[in-house]
T-cell receptor, first 116, second 110 residues
Framework: KAGVTQTPRYLIKTRGQQVTLSCSPISGHRSVSWYQQTPGQGLQFLFEYFSETQRNKGNFPGRFSGRQFSNSRSEMNVSTLELGDSALYLC???????????????FGPGTRLTVL | GQQLNQSPQSMFIQEGEDVSMNCTSSSIFNTWLWYKQDPGEGPVLLIALYKAGELTSNGRLTAQFGTTRKDSFLNISASIPSDVGIYFCAGHKTGNQFYFGTGTSLTVIP
């Protein structure tokens, strides 16, 4: 079974631009979570989508948004980019079917975003 | 958001030595996960724990779900150079987000 895939792997943008990142979960997984990882702040939770609905949300400004499609693929958008948005953005998927162990998350390789 | 207390923050050990690290939380979880991350890559799942008191092994790795449900431990026996990386714990309660530890950076000296 293919793992979680993220595109693009690397991205360079300038301040004020917007960016869209994509995540394809493991086949059959219904939950997709997004994280921001920076050296100083570690792994910070952005939001989780389950069956096309945002189920949990972290403490990030409204510039960070996401959505999930009916095939469980998810996109994350960051508008009006700031220098501090430079980070590794990770997505993780889980089956989330309610049974034991189905919440276990599997990560993608990440998208490295650099804001100049 | 909440981050779990993970210790030690970093470890420098000789090849062949055993390693222990742990994670504590003020909240009760019903799942504990341990991940390893190499630079520039996504975390890779090492061990998943679903029951208080559970002890699970994966090769040279052994992890335990603490009986209070507020902590977890990871041991690596007979370390080798490819064990180098950052190890993260993660705690979860059904329906909620995952909470991650701050990471343990492991360096293995050949």
């Amino acid at each position: 079974k293919a793992g979680v895939t993220q595109t693009p792997r690397y991205l360079i943008k300038t301040r004020g631009q917007q960016v869209t990142l994509s995540c394809s979960p493991i086949s059959g997984h219904r939950s997709v979570s997004w994280y921001q990882q920076t050296p100083g702040q570690g792994l910070q939770f952005l939001f989780e989508y389950f069956s096309e609905t945002q189920r949990n949300k972290g403490n990030f400004p409204g510039r960070f948004s996401g959505r999930q499609f009916s095939n469980s693929r998810s996109e994350m958008n960051v508008s009006t980019l700031e220098l501090g948005d430079s980070a590794l953005y990770l997505c993780a998927s889980s089956l989330a079917s309610g049974g034991p162990g189905t919440d276990t998350q599997y990560f993608g390789p990440g998208t490295r975003l650099t804001v100049l | 958001g909440q981050q779990l207390n993970q210790s030690p923050q970093s470890m420098f050990i000789q090849e062949g030595e055993d390693v222990s690290m742990n994670c504590t939380s003020s909240s009760i979880f019903n799942t504990w996960l341990w991940y390893k991350q190499d630079p520039g890559e996504g975390p890779v799942l090492l061990i998943a724990l679903y029951k208080a008191g559970e002890l699970t092994s994966n090769g040279r790795l052994t992890a335990q779900f603490g009986t209070t449900r507020k902590d977890s431990f990871l041991n690596i026996s007979a370390s080798i150079p490819s064990d180098v990386g950052i190890y993260f714990c993660a705690g979860h309660k059904t329906g909620n987000q995952f909470y991650f530890g701050t990471g343990t950076s492991l360096t293995v000296i050949p």
